[in-house]
T-cell receptor, first 115, second 109 residues
Framework: TAGITQAPTSQILAAGRSMTLRCTQD?????MYWYRQDLGLGLRLIHY???????GKGEVPDGYSVSRANTDDFPLTLASAVPSQTSVYFC??????????????FGPGTRLTVL | GQNIDQPTEMTATEGAIVQINCTYQ??????LFWYQQHAGEAPTFLSY??LDGLEEKGRFSSFLSRSKGYSYLLLKELQMKDSASYLC??????????WGAGTKLIIKP
C-alpha cells in the first residue's frame, strides 16, 4: 500500500513563480491536510479538507490555495512564491471519525526553496 | 491562546530510559498524540491517549493527566535508532490538532 505520496520531493523556485505541490492518498480517508514545518516552529496547518468538495483555512493560509475535487487528491498551489514560503511541506490524511481514528498519516514531504 | 510545551532537546544513553514531557493549554481536549520524526523524514504515529493513565506499546509508553494538562512519553531500553524528534499534539474542542514544536532526542553510545 502506497499510503500518501507527494510530488515533487524537492524544488527550487524563483520568487514570483507559481507552483503546485501534489498529494495523493489511497487509504480512502475523508480528511486531508497541508502543513509546513520550519525549524523551531513545529508543524503549522495551512489548509485542510474534511471531505471531498470542501476546504478550510488553517493557521497560515495566506499565499496558498487548495482544491479537493475527489477523495484521493489534495493539491496545494502557491500563486506567486515568496522567500518566506521556503519550508518543508507535508500532506497528511485521516479518517476524521473522532477519537483514535483521527490519527493523521503523513506523506514524505516536499522540500521547497524560494529564491 | 493555545499552547503546547515540550523541551527543545534531550540527551540520553543507549540502553537507558528517557521521559519526554508535554504540557498543554488548549480550548478543550479530545485526545493527545505522540509522533516520532527522524531527520529528513515524515512524522509517524506512536501513541494516542484520551483517558487518564498509561498506555504501553512495547518499549514505548505514554501517560496522560487531563486535570494537569500533562503527558509524557517514556522510552525504555533506548536504541540508537530512537534518535529522532518526538512531537506532542492535542485535539482541541473542534478536533483541530495543535502541535508542539517537538523534542529532539539524542542517543549516545
Amino acid at each position: 500500500t502506497a499510503g500518501i505520496t507527494q510530488a515533487p520531493t524537492s524544488q527550487i523556485l524563483a520568487a514570483g513563480r507559481s507552483m503546485t505541490l501534489r498529494c495523493t492518498q489511497d487509504m480512502r480517508h475523508n480528511a486531508m491536510y497541508w502543513y509546513r514545518q520550519d525549524l523551531g516552529l513545529g508543524l503549522r496547518l495551512i489548509h485542510y479538507s474534511n471531505t471531498a468538495g470542501t476546504t478550510g483555512k488553517g493557521e497560515v493560509p495566506d499565499g496558498y490555495s487548495v482544491s479537493r475535487a475527489n477523495t484521493d487528491d489534495f493539491p496545494l498551489t502557491l500563486a506567486s512564491a515568496v522567500p518566506s514560503q521556503t519550508s518543508v511541506y507535508f500532506c497528511a490524511s485521516s479518517d476524521a471519525g473522532g477519537g483514535s481514528t483521527d490519527t493523521q498519516y503523513f506523506g514524505p514531504g516536499t522540500r521547497l526553496t524560494v529564491l | 491562546g493555545q499552547n503546547i510545551d515540550q523541551p527543545t532537546e534531550m540527551t540520553a544513553t543507549e540502553g537507558a530510559i528517557v521521559q519526554i514531557n508535554c504540557t498543554y493549554q488548549t480550548s478543550g481536549f479530545n485526545g493527545l498524540f505522540w509522533y516520532q520524526q527522524h531527520a529528513g523524514e515524515a512524522p509517524t504515529f506512536l501513541s494516542y491517549n484520551v483517558l487518564d493513565g498509561l498506555e504501553e506499546k512495547g518499549r514505548f509508553s505514554s501517560f496522560l493527566s487531563r486535570s494537569k494538562g500533562y503527558s509524557y512519553l517514556l522510552l525504555k531500553e533506548l536504541q540508537m535508532k530512537d534518535s529522532a524528534s518526538y512531537l506532542c499534539a492535542v485535539h482541541d474542542s473542534n478536533y483541530q490538532l495543535i502541535w508542539g514544536a517537538g523534542t529532539k532526542l539524542i542517543i549516545k553510545p
